[in-house]
């Protein structure tokens, strides 16, 4: 397959509680839109929050963004800004979203990312994805709270080598600009 004209894919996983004017809504707005001028096309959860906002930079960035909704968790209708692709359990939700994706973006939220983030570590960790997707956490509190998993749990510290950390929107940006270099 000639890499060069294949489709890129970028995951973001977030809460769906922020609203637009909110600094969380604003952040994944920015990272929707850096993320579609980088050429990717963007995988969510469909939803709210997190999810519209990327979707919608990255569409306002010339760019499509598809939403994966879990057709029996949330009555809600899928944001506007994506391209709903429903999926009737979790499971396929989940493979749906990391199908191919070069980038998982882990923006912060709750216990539904913390589960996604979860999922996808340990599926990097034995080796059922590689040699991608990056595993992008952005935001101060998933390297607090991964660090502090190594002191209580039976992580190895190789494990917590495959997620990147990224304090700032600013720096996951620094590292998608190096990356494309």
């Known amino acids: 397959m000639n890499t060069y004209n294949r489709k890129k ?5 977030g809460s769906s509680a922020p609203i637009e004017g ?3 809504y604003q952040n994944a707005y920015d990272v929707g ?3 579609a001028e980088a050429g990717f096309t963007l995988k969510t959860g ?3 929050g997190t999810m519209e906002a990327a979707s919608r930079g990255a569409l306002e960035a010339g760019e499509k963004a598809i939403g994966i909704p879990f ?3 949330d009555p809600k209708q899928p944001n506007a800004y994506s391209i709903p ?3 009737n359990t979790l499971f396929d939700r989940m493979r749906d979203l990391i199908h191919d994706s ?9 216990l539904g990312t913390l589960s996604e983030l979860s999922t996808v570590w340990m599926m990097m960790q034995t080796e059922l994805l590689k040699p991608e997707p990056s595993i992008c956490c952005i935001g101060k509190e998933w390297e607090i709270l991964t660090r502090d998993m190594l002191k209580t749990l039976k992580i190895d510290q190789k494990d917590l080598e495959l997620l990147y950390f990224f ?3 600013k720096d996951f940006f620094k590292f998608m600009h190096e990356r494309n270099e």
């Open 9 to 13: 894919f970028a995951t973001i996983f």
């Open 22 to 24: 909110s600094d969380e």
């Open 33 to 35: 839109f850096t993320l």
């Open 46 to 48: 469909g939803y709210y």
């Open 71 to 73: 057709a029996g968790f």
């Open 85 to 87: 692709q429903k999926v």
């Open 102 to 110: 070069e980038l998982i973006i882990v923006l912060p939220g709750g």
């Open 167 to 169: 304090g700032t929107n």
